[in-house]
């Protein structure tokens, strides 16, 4: 029986999976989807599927891939979707399907708790009280986890500081030469992985491994016969951190702070390690000054790199702060050289100091004439310089090397052995047949390719409003007077609100004014993103409002991968419309290549690129059949300029409301408890 026939047996109406499953329904698209991943694994051919919200591509492609016998490699985007394909999906389907295959799941290192720098953290000298509280938490879990998975940990806060000092790099991990190196979480769950069937890793760890081929990470891939990338619109912007080159200015002070610690531990009195850890951070905190006096430093971001120093930088004193850091870590690297045999930790400090003094030279001389460079300035500085076109890189992995490697082809290696099938998915990866936004920037010519659209009934759960009485999205009073609708509206609706918003600035303003409309005891809890975890304000607004309703603002983490199926969401609210921002430097790039071709910056990349991000975001409203909603775009230019009819298309079919009253109606329904579960008006 071919592999296309065990898939139709898998969905059918009296199949396994319907079996298993009471819910069971099986649907056009989810089997039609099913159906490409089995040819194109029977033919060994690369495929591109664009699945809108519903169609229930997981099952789509791992049905036909356990069933192929081959070994699968599962890339994803978040450590979320990780987590619910190794504990919730596979675990069903190997059940139901009587596949008894074996599953793990490898995630980064930091990820991973470290024994050594575990122990390393009680000796570090500047560790704050509620800093050692939260470490003794982390010491007394670390007696009990099996995984070593930071994700167990309840509790934990993903932007506590403390994380970077119990977790390991490719920079500080001691490999083999590390005392706890048997009982070495990170290496565990590698031994495991490669013992496994089916493998399930992310985006960062499957370019990590092609940029670095880290022993053992190196034979993960080489083996397996599917490899499959959910989530895969950010698989481009992924390959390029590692196709590229970066220094953080972190980087520089993780080093003066393990240089204390280990210095002090094993080699105390051999050289001033406090000194040369200070002389470090003052040089770090030169260049952190430097761009903050600085015109291009004024506001946090990306700022542009075409000469010889950051834009708005002064080119000589940026020269000399980089070369006062080079001479730091030259002293450094002097003292490291008599020690480096008393402890694994300073041989490895001694590898590191030289790796930085190389990135370092790297970004103290002129930029590649066939990549872009920019400076990143939030919270800590980062250099970065990537290629512009990733494409030929890519091509070498999926198909092997061209004829003739440039400089941007070398990081990547083929992938040598067996032949493979690439499957790449996600609910956005075009905005035509083609879907050539991905496609083109990802290498994959001749690819097949197929787009489904969602099976929810668009027209009758959900309808779409553009406010006319807000002022233009380009006006300075927008955000203020939109977060003033936004709270009435949010009032009607008892909450119940998700406000996206297309920057940080605009995150920062309607907070401010929701906050104070919907104050404490006002029945409706304003939730912003960064002043709380993640994961805490996501379940918080995901729990059924008895007394409370929730108000959510987040900026590009909450676009997507934000999962509300449920009356807890109801009213969806996008800002303006997701054009990338002019004055990006990568984009500013591109559109210079774009133009050097012939094409339009605008109409190639930016619309293109404003279309997948639209639906994306708005892609949030409607989650299973019984949902219903209304998505509010304020911004009129999706109906008054020509490039919104193209815009539009990129959402769902949605009803349109054409006015306030119809807009007030539609939130009275919803408040109405005889509507409850009833479609959108």
Request: aromatic fraction near 6%.
């Amino acid at each position: 029986m071919s592999l296309s026939d065990l898939v139709a047996g898998a969905f059918a109406a009296d199949g396994p999976l319907a079996r298993a499953q009471p819910h069971f329904r099986p649907r056009a698209e989810q089997t039609a989807m099913a159906q490409a991943v089995a040819e194109a694994i029977e033919d060994h051919a690369p495929l591109v599927v664009e699945a809108g919200t519903g169609v229930g591509k997981t099952f789509a492609y791992l049905v036909p891939a356990l069933l192929s016998g081959e070994r699968v490699v599962v890339s994803t985007a978040t450590k979320a979707l990780q987590d619910q394909l190794y504990g919730r999906d596979l675990p069903l389907l190997l059940r139901a399907l009587a596949l008894p295959l074996c599953t793990a799941l490898l995630k980064g290192r930091a990820s991973y708790l470290c024994h050594q720098r575990l122990q390393q953290a009680r000796y570090n000298p500047v560790l704050a009280p509620a800093q050692a509280q939260e470490l003794a938490r982390i010491e007394l879990w670390a007696q009990g986890t099996q995984s070593g998975d930071l994700a167990e940990l309840p509790g934990l806060d993903e932007r506590s500081p403390l994380l970077g000092l119990v977790t390991s790099t490719r920079d500080n991990c001691l490999g083999q030469d590390c005392p706890r190196f048997a009982d070495c979480h990170v290496y565990q769950a590698r031994r495991t992985a490669l013992a496994a069937d089916v493998l399930v890793i992310n985006h960062h760890l499957f370019f990590a491994d092609q940029a670095v081929r880290e022993s053992g990470v190196a034979q993960l891939l080489p083996n397996s016969g599917v490899v499959v990338f959910d989530e895969a619109h950010q698989l481009a912007e992924t390959a390029s951190q590692f196709l590229g080159a970066q220094l953080g200015t972190g980087q520089l002070h993780d080093l003066a702070q393990d240089l204390l610690v280990s210095g002090l531990r094993h080699a105390r009195g051999l050289a001033d390690w406090q000194g040369l850890g200070a002389l470090l951070r003052q040089a770090t905190r030169e260049l952190h000054l430097l761009v903050a006096d600085s015109a291009a430093g004024v506001v946090p971001g990306r700022v542009a790199w075409v000469g010889a120093a950051p834009d708005g930088v002064d080119a000589t004193a940026w020269d000399g702060a980089m070369a006062r850091a080079v001479g730091v870590l030259r002293g450094i690297l002097a003292g490291l050289d008599g020690v480096t045999a008393l402890a694994p930790d300073l041989a490895h400090l001694h590898e590191r100091t030289v790796d930085l003094l190389a990135r370092l030279a790297r970004f103290s001389a002129p930029g590649s004439a066939d990549g872009v460079r920019w400076l990143d300035w939030t919270g800590q500085l980062r250099l970065s310089e990537v290629p512009l076109a990733l494409a030929p890189a890519l091509r070498t992995l999926w198909q092997g090397p061209p004829a003739e490697a440039g400089a941007w082809d070398e990081p990547v290696a083929p992938l040598a052995g067996c032949k493979r099938t690439w499957v790449f998915t996600s609910a956005t990866l075009g905005d035509d047949a083609q879907l050539s936004w991905f496609t083109e920037a990802c290498g994959m010519d001749g690819a097949r390719t197929l787009r489904l659209d969602s099976p929810f009934d668009y027209a009758r759960q959900a309808a779409l409003y553009v406010p006319p009485q807000l002022p233009a999205a380009t006006d300075p009073a927008h955000s203020e007077q939109l977060a003033h609708w936004v709270a009435d509206a949010a009032t009607r609706l008892g909450g119940r609100t998700l406000v996206l918003t297309t920057s940080l600035r605009a995150l920062q303003v309607m907070a401010g004014v929701l906050q104070q409309r919907l104050a404490v005891g006002g029945g409706i809890e304003v939730l912003v993103q960064g002043q709380a975890p993640k994961r805490q304000i996501m379940e918080c607004f995901r729990a059924p409002a008895d007394a409370v309703g929730h108000v959510l603002v987040g900026s590009a983490s909450f676009w997507e991968g934000f999962d509300v199926p449920g009356q807890a969401l109801q009213l969806l609210v996008i800002d303006k419309l997701p054009f990338p921002s002019p004055g990006d430097p990568l984009v500013q790039a591109r559109g210079r290549r774009l133009k050097q071709q012939g094409r339009s910056p605008f109409r190639d990349d930016a619309l293109p690129a404003a279309a997948l991000a639209l639906k994306q975001g708005a892609g949030r409203l409607i989650r299973s059949e019984s949902d219903t909603g209304v998505l509010v775009v304020a911004d009129q230019r999706l109906l008054r300029m020509g490039y919104g009819k193209r815009l539009l298309r990129a959402l769902p079919a949605m009803r349109r409301l054409r006015s306030q009253e119809e807009f007030d109606a539609a939130l009275a329904a919803f408040t109405r408890t005889s509507t409850t579960g009833c479609p959108c008006p």
